[in-house]
C-alpha cells in the first residue's frame, strides 16, 4: 500500500511507494509523522509535483469506502468499520442504573434537569457514527493534494420498504393505530389465542420475541402468548420461546435507512461545495467499469473516474474499538466478591490496564498479532480484527498469560490493518 507524504511546512503531497519511503526514513530526509495511518514528512524543502485528487466516499450504516483515484489510478483505498452497539450498551446502562437505586450502595439521585436536547440533537449511537464517517473523510482528505469530495449518500423510505402500498394518511397510522394500546392491537392481531398452545379464554399476556435491551416494544417484536405456556421452561434453549427468539433475529430490520436519510442530511450541510450522488448512479458507474460489489468499489465509481486501474490491490482496514466501559456496576454486583461493594470499586472486566498493557493494545503472541480486549486475573484476552479470539494451541478457553505478550504497540480507539487480497 501507498504511503502518505507530507512537506516540511506539513502541506500533503503525492503518496509513494513503500520503498521509497524507507529509503528516505534511512537517509535521514524524512521522519514519520503518525503511524496510523502511517505518514512521513519530508525534513527538506520541497514543493513537490501535486495533482488533483478525487476522493470517492460510499457512506453506510456501519461500513464506509473511500477510495482515492488520480486520473484512472486508484492510489488509496480504505474500509472502516463503525461501532453499531451504542443503543444496547446505554439500554444495558439505564436498566444497571435503575436497578442499583433500590440496593444498598452508594445512592445517586435522579436527574431531572436533563431533559432538555439542543437543536440538532440526534440520539448517542446516530451521533457517534455521523462524527466518525466526518472524522475520517476530514482526515484522509487531509493526507491528500487538491482533493475533490465525491460522497454517495442514500434516500430511503422505509414505511413503503415494509408496504409497497402505503400512501396518503396511512402513513400517520402506526399497526396498533384504533387502538387503546399496542398489546391489544397484538391480541386482536393474533384473535386472542395463545400462540403456543392455540387455546382461546386464557389470560393472556404479551411476550417479547427478542427481550431488552436488543429487543424493541414494537407490535412486529410482540407475541400472544397465555399464563400457563410463558414459563421458563419455554424460555430455557430448545424451547418454543426460546426457538421463536431465534427465527425473530433473522427477520429483516429497517433501523439503518433512517440514519442513512440523517446522515444524507449532515452532509449536503457539512460538504456544500461535495459532488452528491446516490446508489442508482454508482452502480451503473460500477458495472460500466466492471467491478463486483463491494464497499471499496462503489467508493471508486462514487469517484466519477473514467476507468480504474488499481496500483496496489491492498486495503487499509479501520476498525473501531470500545475501549473506555464506564460502569461502576453491573447487574450482579457483588457475584464472586470477598467483600461487599460499598466503595463502588470497578470489578476487574473493567480494568483499563494490567501488567504493562492497556486496552486497543497492539500485541503479538505465537506468531499472530492481535489486540487486547479485556483483563483476567493473571490474563488477558487477545481477539483479531477480525473478532476472533487468539487462545493457546489446544486449549478451550480464551484466556491467554500476559507473559506471553509482546508489546507492538500502544492504540487509541481504532485498530488499522493493511489488507492484501
Same mark, same amino acid.
Request: net charge positive; hydrophobic share 30%; proline share 5%.
Given at each position: 500500500?501507498?504511503?502518505?507524504?507530507? =512537506?516540511?511546512? %506539513?502541506?500533503?503531497?503525492?503518496?509513494?511507494?513503500?520503498?521509497?519511503?524507507?529509503?528516505?526514513?534511512?537517509?535521514?530526509?524524512?521522519?514519520?509523522?503518525?503511524?496510523?495511518?502511517?505518514?512521513?514528512?519530508?525534513?527538506? %524543502?520541497?514543493? %513537490?509535483?501535486?495533482?488533483?485528487?478525487?476522493?470517492?466516499?460510499?457512506? #453506510?450504516?456501519?461500513?464506509?469506502?473511500v477510495?482515492?483515484?488520480?486520473?484512472?489510478?486508484?492510489?488509496?483505498?480504505?474500509?472502516?468499520?463503525?461501532? @453499531?452497539?451504542?443503543?444496547?450498551?446505554?439500554? &444495558?446502562? *439505564?436498566?444497571?442504573?435503575?436497578?442499583?437505586?433500590?440496593? $444498598?450502595?452508594?445512592?445517586?439521585?435522579?436527574?431531572?434537569?436533563?431533559?432538555?436536547?439542543?437543536?440538532?440533537?440526534?440520539?448517542?449511537?446516530?451521533?457517534?457514527?455521523? @462524527?466518525?464517517?466526518?472524522?475520517?473523510?476530514?482526515?484522509?482528505? /487531509?493526507?491528500l493534494p487538491?482533493?475533490?469530495?465525491?460522497?454517495?449518500?442514500?434516500?430511503?423510505?422505509?414505511?413503503?420498504m415494509? +408496504?409497497?402500498?402505503?400512501?396518503?394518511?396511512?402513513?400517520?397510522?402506526?399497526?396498533?393505530?384504533?387502538?387503546?394500546?399496542t398489546?391489544?392491537?397484538?391480541?386482536?392481531?393474533?384473535?386472542?389465542?395463545c400462540?403456543?398452545? %392455540? *387455546?382461546?379464554?386464557?389470560?393472556?399476556?404479551?411476550?417479547?420475541?427478542?427481550?431488552?435491551?436488543?429487543?424493541?416494544?414494537?407490535?412486529?417484536?410482540?407475541?400472544?402468548?397465555?399464563? +400457563?405456556?410463558? =414459563?421458563?421452561?419455554?424460555?430455557?434453549?430448545?424451547?418454543?420461546?426460546?426457538?421463536?427468539?431465534?427465527?425473530?433475529?433473522?427477520?429483516?430490520?429497517?433501523?439503518?435507512?433512517?440514519?442513512? =436519510?440523517?446522515? !444524507?442530511?449532515?452532509?449536503?450541510?457539512?460538504?456544500? $461545495?461535495?459532488?452528491?450522488?446516490?446508489?442508482?448512479? &454508482?452502480?451503473?458507474? !460500477?458495472?460500466?467499469?466492471?467491478?463486483?460489489?463491494?464497499?471499496?468499489? @462503489?467508493?471508486?465509481?462514487?469517484?466519477?473516474?473514467?476507468?480504474?486501474?488499481?496500483?496496489?490491490?491492498?486495503?487499509?482496514?479501520?476498525?473501531?474499538?470500545? $475501549?473506555?466501559?464506564?460502569?461502576?456496576?453491573?447487574?450482579?454486583?457483588?457475584? #464472586?466478591?470477598?467483600?461487599?461493594?460499598?466503595?463502588?470499586?470497578?470489578?476487574?472486566? =473493567?480494568?483499563?490496564?494490567?501488567?504493562?498493557?492497556?486496552?486497543?493494545?497492539?500485541?503479538?503472541?505465537?506468531?499472530?498479532?492481535g489486540?487486547?480486549?479485556?483483563?483476567?486475573?493473571?490474563?488477558?484476552?487477545?481477539? /483479531?480484527i477480525?473478532?476472533?479470539?487468539?487462545t493457546?494451541?489446544?486449549?478451550?478457553?480464551?484466556?491467554?498469560?500476559?507473559?506471553?505478550?509482546?508489546?507492538?504497540?500502544h492504540?487509541?480507539?481504532?485498530?488499522?490493518?493493511?489488507?492484501?487480497?
Amino acid at each position: 500500500m501507498l504511503v502518505f507524504v507530507i =512537506n516540511k511546512d %506539513g502541506k500533503p503531497l503525492m503518496p509513494c511507494k513503500p520503498q521509497r519511503a524507507r529509503n528516505l526514513l534511512k537517509h535521514g530526509k524524512a521522519a514519520i509523522s503518525r503511524y496510523k495511518p502511517f505518514t512521513i514528512q519530508l525534513l527538506y %524543502g520541497s514543493s %513537490g509535483y501535486v495533482q488533483p485528487i478525487d476522493i470517492g466516499v460510499d457512506t #453506510g450504516a456501519k461500513h464506509i469506502g473511500v477510495a482515492a483515484v488520480s486520473g484512472s489510478r486508484v492510489i488509496i483505498t480504505c474500509e472502516i468499520e463503525l461501532r @453499531d452497539d451504542i443503543k444496547s450498551n446505554l439500554e &444495558t446502562k *439505564k436498566i444497571y442504573r435503575r436497578g442499583r437505586r433500590s440496593r $444498598k450502595c452508594r445512592y445517586r439521585r435522579p436527574r431531572f434537569l436533563n431533559r432538555g436536547k439542543p437543536g440538532g440533537w440526534l440520539p448517542p449511537s446516530i451521533r457517534s457514527r455521523i @462524527d466518525n464517517t466526518f472524522f475520517w473523510m476530514d482526515k484522509l482528505s /487531509s493526507l491528500l493534494p487538491m482533493p475533490c469530495l465525491h460522497i454517495e449518500v442514500g434516500k430511503f423510505d422505509a414505511a413503503k420498504m415494509i +408496504d409497497p402500498d402505503i400512501g396518503g394518511v396511512v402513513y400517520q397510522q402506526g399497526d396498533s393505530y384504533g387502538f387503546y394500546a399496542t398489546r391489544y392491537f397484538v391480541f386482536a392481531r393474533d384473535n386472542y389465542t395463545c400462540q403456543v398452545c %392455540g *387455546k382461546k379464554d386464557r389470560v393472556l399476556r404479551t411476550h417479547h420475541i427478542i427481550f431488552k435491551p436488543e429487543g424493541t416494544d414494537r407490535p412486529d417484536n410482540l407475541i400472544t402468548v397465555c399464563v +400457563d405456556c410463558h =414459563n421458563h421452561k419455554n424460555h430455557q434453549p430448545g424451547g418454543i420461546l426460546y426457538k421463536w427468539k431465534e427465527e425473530r433475529k433473522k427477520v429483516k430490520r429497517y433501523k439503518e435507512p433512517p440514519f442513512m =436519510n440523517s446522515l !444524507r442530511v449532515k452532509v449536503y450541510r457539512r460538504y456544500p $461545495k461535495a459532488d452528491i450522488t446516490y446508489g442508482n448512479v &454508482t452502480t451503473v458507474r !460500477r458495472r460500466a467499469l466492471g467491478l463486483g460489489k463491494s464497499h471499496i468499489n @462503489d467508493a471508486v465509481a462514487a469517484s466519477g473516474a473514467v476507468s480504474a486501474a488499481f496500483v496496489t490491490p491492498d486495503t487499509l482496514y479501520i476498525k473501531q474499538f470500545r $475501549k473506555k466501559k464506564r460502569s461502576l456496576h453491573e447487574a450482579t454486583a457483588r457475584k #464472586g466478591r470477598t467483600v461487599k461493594n460499598v466503595t463502588s470499586k470497578r470489578s476487574k472486566k =473493567n480494568t483499563p490496564a494490567q501488567d504493562g498493557f492497556y486496552l486497543n493494545d497492539k500485541v503479538s503472541l505465537f506468531g499472530k498479532e492481535g489486540y487486547i480486549s479485556g483483563f483476567t486475573r493473571g490474563g488477558v484476552f487477545v481477539k /483479531s480484527i477480525s473478532g476472533g479470539y487468539i487462545t493457546l494451541e489446544g486449549k478451550a478457553y480464551k484466556q491467554v498469560p500476559a507473559k506471553s505478550l509482546k508489546l507492538v504497540c500502544h492504540n487509541n480507539n481504532w485498530q488499522v490493518e493493511i489488507r492484501s487480497p
